[in-house]
């Protein structure tokens, strides 16, 4: 694991009270307990953990000396600190769950200590609460069903196919698989397209998610830039030409994080990319119903359709993200493919959650027009909290979606990121979002949580930023001296 893996996997560990070397031992402890970092691996070295975590070098000493006391770790003279492989480190490994991904790290701050201004995760929309319920006759219906459906519940397949149809991309039912939400979507069309060492092309910067799920598929990962209007189709057919990929992957409308919008011209030429090459395309649409000004182009499978364009979306960030519905919209055979590649892996979506979702996308209308009134505001306020706390860094205001991309005038969002941990505030370093861990002046700043919880986020991050400013202006000043 790398050290920025490492860093991010540790979690909210500076949060709460206590010395910040007793703290660090603790998560590190926790880590190699519950198989993050495997017995005999090496600890990151003093100097470059302490830059990382945006502490002294006298924390790291201090924690990695009581781990070696508690037997841990252990010290080898000119060589630094590794994991022991002795009994009582070996059991906790075999006993523990690995979780090695960084979104891990993410996902499992302590809420009522630190806010969450990185995730995407939104409130519930408001809708009417009859329609996360099922009726008497429906509930009798499914649990007198003893059936597996890989592919989907008709009911739910047929209002997808209804709601594609609806903007512009006609669909039949027999084109729809349901999913466990858009990251197994993901997960899916790596598995049914991507072998280990094929090459995969992303957005740089891009959905941190799709990143984690095409390298566990053992894809070699690489980016094309994202600029001012999205991808460029001339940008791409390079990148294709240069890196021969076997699947590319996109987020045309509200990209994630950046927000922009690719022309309707540019996805017709991506389409026409797709055919020419051969290489399929995935339209993640995730955060396409999120629609805050105008309303933007149809999907890229709506400008030229063939068997190589492949739509995604979900529910979880226009309704609601605990029922875990997603979706891929594909050719048939494309679809029937997927479905038994889902049969390995769960058989089928859970039947009830798919007869509330059947109920929910017919409310999408509804749903926009509910999510639309909660984050107007909340982005008109987190823009002026922006430019009220943080007049030095830059940013535009989306016209979808949930979130600001900012650049920081100076430093590394990475370092910036641990000291906010400290002031209790979760940020999202923009080295995450690249696959080449490039971007890190930059920061994904979600605007999805309450206005106090967003004033005082903001308020906390304020303070980590003069904060950091003062010790980086100190290390340079010590660097110029030394």
Same mark, same amino acid.
Request: hydrophobic share 45%; aromatic share 8%; no cysteine.
């Given at each position: @694991?790398?050290?920025?893996?490492?860093?991010?996997?540790?979690?909210?560990?500076?949060?709460?009270?206590?010395?910040?070397?007793?703290?660090?031992?603790?998560?590190?402890?926790?880590?190699?307990?519950?198989?993050?970092?495997?017995?005999?691996?090496?600890?990151?070295?003093?100097?470059? *953990?302490?830059?990382?975590? +945006?502490?002294?070098?006298?924390?790291?000493?201090?924690?990695?000396?009581?781990?070696?006391?508690?037997?841990?770790?252990?010290?080898?003279?000119?060589?630094?600190?590794?994991?022991?492989?002795?009994?009582?480190? @070996?059991?906790?490994?075999?006993? $523990?769950?690995?979780?090695?991904?960084?979104?891990?790290?993410?996902?499992?701050?302590?809420?009522?200590?630190?806010?969450?201004?990185?995730?995407?995760?939104?409130?519930?929309?408001?809708?009417?609460?009859?329609? *996360?319920?099922?009726?008497?006759?429906?509930?009798?219906?499914?649990?007198?069903?003893? @059936?597996?459906?890989?592919? $989907?519940?008709?009911?739910?397949?047929?209002?997808?196919?209804?709601?594609?149809?609806?903007?512009?991309?006609?669909?039949?039912?027999?084109?729809?698989?349901?999913?466990?939400?858009?990251?197994?979507?993901?997960?899916?069309?790596?598995?049914?397209?991507?072998?280990?060492?094929?090459?995969?092309?992303?957005?740089?910067?891009?959905?941190?998610?799709?990143?984690?799920?095409?390298?566990?598929?053992? +894809?070699?990962?690489?980016?094309?830039?994202?600029?001012?209007?999205?991808?460029?189709?001339?940008?791409?057919?390079?990148?294709?030409?240069?890196?021969?990929?076997?699947?590319?992957?996109?987020?045309?409308?509200?990209?994630?994080?950046?927000?922009?919008?690719?022309?309707?011209?540019?996805?017709?030429?991506?389409?026409?990319?797709?055919?020419? *090459?051969?290489?399929?395309?995935?339209?993640?649409?995730?955060?396409?119903?999120?629609?805050?000004?105008?309303?933007?182009?149809?999907?890229?499978?709506?400008?030229?359709?063939?068997?190589?364009?492949?739509?995604?979306?979900?529910?979880?960030?226009?309704?609601?993200?605990?029922?875990?519905?997603?979706?891929?919209?594909?050719?048939?055979?494309?679809?029937?493919?997927?479905?038994?590649?889902?049969?390995?892996?769960?058989?089928?979506?859970?039947?009830?959650?798919?007869?509330?979702?059947?109920?929910?996308?017919?409310?999408?209308?509804?749903?926009?027009?509910?999510?639309?009134?909660?984050?107007?505001?909340?982005?008109? =306020?987190?823009?002026?909290?922006?430019?009220?706390?943080?007049?030095?860094?830059?940013?535009?205001?989306?016209?979808?979606?949930?979130?600001?991309?900012?650049?920081?005038? +100076?430093?590394?969002?990475?370092?910036?990121?641990?000291?906010?941990?400290?002031?209790?505030?979760?940020? =999202?370093?923009?080295?995450?979002?690249?696959?080449?861990?490039?971007?890190?002046?930059?920061?994904?700043?979600?605007?999805?949580?309450?206005?106090?919880?967003?004033?005082?986020?903001?308020?906390?991050?304020?303070?980590?930023?003069?904060?950091?400013?003062?010790?980086?202006?100190?290390?340079?000043?010590?660097?110029?001296?030394?």
């Amino acid at each position: @694991m790398d050290l920025s893996s490492f860093v991010t996997s540790l979690g909210s560990w500076p949060s709460g009270k206590g010395a910040l070397n007793r703290k660090l031992a603790q998560a590190i402890q926790r880590a190699i307990a519950s198989g993050v970092v495997a017995p005999g691996v090496r600890l990151p070295a003093e100097r470059a *953990f302490a830059k990382a975590l +945006a502490v002294s070098r006298a924390t790291v000493v201090n924690a990695y000396a009581a781990l070696v006391d508690a037997g841990w770790v252990e010290s080898r003279r000119g060589s630094g600190t590794y994991v022991r492989r002795g009994s009582r480190v @070996m059991h906790a490994a075999r006993e $523990g769950v690995a979780a090695t991904s960084p979104l891990f790290g993410l996902i499992s701050h302590d809420r009522d200590l630190v806010i969450d201004l990185a995730l995407g995760t939104p409130y519930s929309s408001g809708l009417r609460r009859e329609l *996360f319920t099922l009726g008497y006759e429906e509930e009798s219906a499914l649990l007198d069903d003893r @059936m597996y459906y890989p592919l $989907g519940l008709s009911v739910l397949r047929q209002a997808l196919a209804k709601r594609f149809t609806s903007i512009g991309l006609p669909t039949a039912e027999d084109q729809v698989l349901v999913t466990n939400g858009a990251q197994q979507a993901i997960s899916l069309i790596a598995a049914l397209y991507l072998q280990r060492g094929d090459a995969v092309l992303v957005e740089d910067p891009t959905y941190f998610g799709a990143i984690e799920a095409f390298r566990a598929a053992g +894809a070699r990962v690489s980016s094309v830039p994202v600029g001012a209007d999205g991808v460029a189709p001339g940008v791409l057919r390079d990148r294709i030409a240069a890196t021969a990929p076997r699947l590319i992957y996109l987020t045309p409308t509200y990209q994630n994080p950046t927000g922009t919008v690719m022309p309707a011209t540019a996805r017709k030429a991506i389409s026409k990319l797709s055919a020419e *090459f051969g290489v399929p395309v995935i339209d993640d649409a995730a955060l396409a119903d999120i629609v805050l000004s105008d309303s933007p182009p149809g999907p890229i499978a709506a400008y030229g359709e063939h068997e190589g364009l492949l739509t995604i979306g979900s529910i979880s960030k226009l309704i609601w993200p605990g029922l875990r519905v997603g979706w891929v919209r594909a050719a048939a055979p494309v679809v029937e493919r997927l479905g038994r590649i889902k049969t390995a892996f769960d058989l089928g979506s859970p039947l009830a959650t798919q007869a509330i979702g059947a109920k929910l996308i017919q409310a999408m209308p509804e749903a926009q027009r509910l999510r639309g009134e909660q984050l107007r505001p909340r982005r008109t =306020l987190m823009a002026q909290l922006l430019k009220r706390h943080l007049p030095e860094w830059r940013f535009r205001v989306p016209d979808g979606g949930f979130f600001f991309w900012a650049r920081l005038p +100076a430093g590394d969002a990475r370092e910036l990121a641990q000291v906010a941990l400290r002031h209790g505030v979760l940020i =999202l370093p923009g080295s995450m979002m690249s696959a080449a861990g490039l971007y890190t002046r930059f920061v994904r700043v979600p605007f999805l949580a309450d206005p106090e919880v967003l004033r005082d986020g903001v308020a906390r991050l304020a303070g980590a930023w003069r904060e950091y400013q003062t010790g980086a202006s100190v290390a340079r000043h010590v660097s110029a001296i030394a």
